[in-house]
């Protein structure tokens, strides 16, 4: 497969895997930094910690359906999918 590689393309989502885990703590942890700015408490922003996201985003992988966007083989996003406990609910 091709990707795109014009900065502005559509991202490739795909599947979070563990080689995932580090880009995907680094892009949430800096994302938080600066969209909070101002908002948060300054040292709440500053105490986030990559490494610990990384082994947060490690323990957790597979329990909950967790996504990726990349450009060009690089991540610039992620999502994780909340427990389907409730879409059970309401199906049922």
Known sequence: ?????????????????????????????????????????????????????TARRHALLGRSPEFVAERAGVVVGGATVPELRYVRVLSS
Do not use: I, N
Not at 6 to 20: C, I, S
Not at 25 to 39: C, D
């Open 1 to 53: 497969m091709t990707r795109p590689s014009h900065p502005l393309a559509r991202p490739l989502v795909r599947p979070m895997t563990a080689a995932d885990c580090a880009a995907a703590a680094e892009v949430r942890v800096r994302g938080w930094q600066f969209a909070y700015a101002g908002l948060m408490p300054q040292p709440y922003l500053d105490a986030m910690d990559m490494t610990q996201d």
